[in-house]
């Protein structure tokens, strides 16, 4: 059995309703096919049970949240996008007194460390304040603690290395149990906090805004009104970073932005 259009919309309706998330204008065959996958894998008899225990129990709402919001990440990803910003941003940033970075769809926080690593080894860290934030209140408080699986450290370190990192990786982290902890001074200059990109307004003016591999599950309009909001976040000359799949041409903001090279990297010229 599987979950039709008609039946979508009262799932996003219900949401909206009782929850306050607002899923409406997320890329649609994207959604259904995410809300078919929780029906299936959760066994439910029918829809009806589904739509019930929804509207009913708290932590299942948690787990369908999760199941709707993308959280697939890792540090250091596309270690070119890295590179760029280790040499033709936090360059520019150092003469700043204080610098501000927002990463919005931040996830599991992999890529909020990587940035903080990046500040620490241009000797930025301690003047500088990460804002991470997230739809889903279980994919930040994994981001808060900052423990990862240590199996993944391998490519994390491929991909450090690749992006220019010139220290030992393993000594930003300790390890235990087959996992790692990422050290405390990075965590501390981290403000973790729930964020909706389609209803919240912007709360700062930011030097950086990171937003990667976001949109593409956004539809036009959305899309257009995440940038506007971006671009209200960004103080004179700031950056604004992107995924690989994702782009400022055709927006109503480009005019205001100049790309960097061929990252998805733009600063605000005007």
């Known amino acids: 059995m599987m979950i039709e259009d008609e039946e979508v919309d009262l799932v996003l309706n219900d949401l909206f309703e ?3 998330y607002d899923f409406t204008n997320y890329a649609r065959a994207s959604l259904k096919r995410r809300i078919n996958r929780l029906f299936t894998l959760d066994r439910f008899p029918s829809f009806a049970e589904f739509r019930y225990r929804l509207k009913s129990d708290a932590d299942y709402l948690k787990h369908v949240v ?3 919001t993308v959280t697939v990440t890792e540090m250091f990803r596309d270690p070119l996008f890295y590179k760029t910003l280790r040499t033709e941003v936090v360059p520019t940033l150092s003469a700043k007194p204080f610098i501000r970075i927002w990463h919005a769809g931040c996830a599991t926080g992999e890529e909020v460390y990587s940035m903080a690593i990046l500040l620490k080894e241009a000797n930025l860290l301690h003047k500088s304040l990460l804002y ?3 739809l889903n209140p279980e994919a930040l408080e994994k981001a808060r603690r900052g423990i990862f699986p240590m ?3 391998k490519l994390y370190s491929e991909n450090y290395i690749e992006s220019g990192g010139k220290q030992d990786f393993s000594s930003y982290y300790t390890a235990q149990y087959g996992q790692v902890k990422f050290e405390d001074k990075l965590a501390e200059k981290m403000i973790f906090s729930t964020h909706n990109l389609v209803s919240d307004r912007s709360f700062n003016e930011f030097d950086l805004v990171l937003c990667r591999n976001v949109l ?3 539809d036009k309009d959305l899309q257009d009104r995440t940038l506007r909001l971006f671009d209200e976040s960004i103080g004179k000359l700031g950056y604004l970073a992107l995924g690989s799949k ?3 041409n055709f927006s109503t903001i480009k005019p205001k932005y100049k790309q960097l090279n061929k990252e998805k990297i733009w600063r605000k010229i005007s």
Do not use: K, N
Request: proline fraction near 0%; charged fraction near 15%.
């Open 18 to 20: 009782i929850y306050g």
């Open 66 to 68: 999760e199941g709707l």
């Open 132 to 134: 991470a934030t997230d």
């Open 151 to 153: 199996a993944q450290m």
């Open 216 to 218: 593409i599950y956004f």
């Open 246 to 248: 994702e782009t400022l």
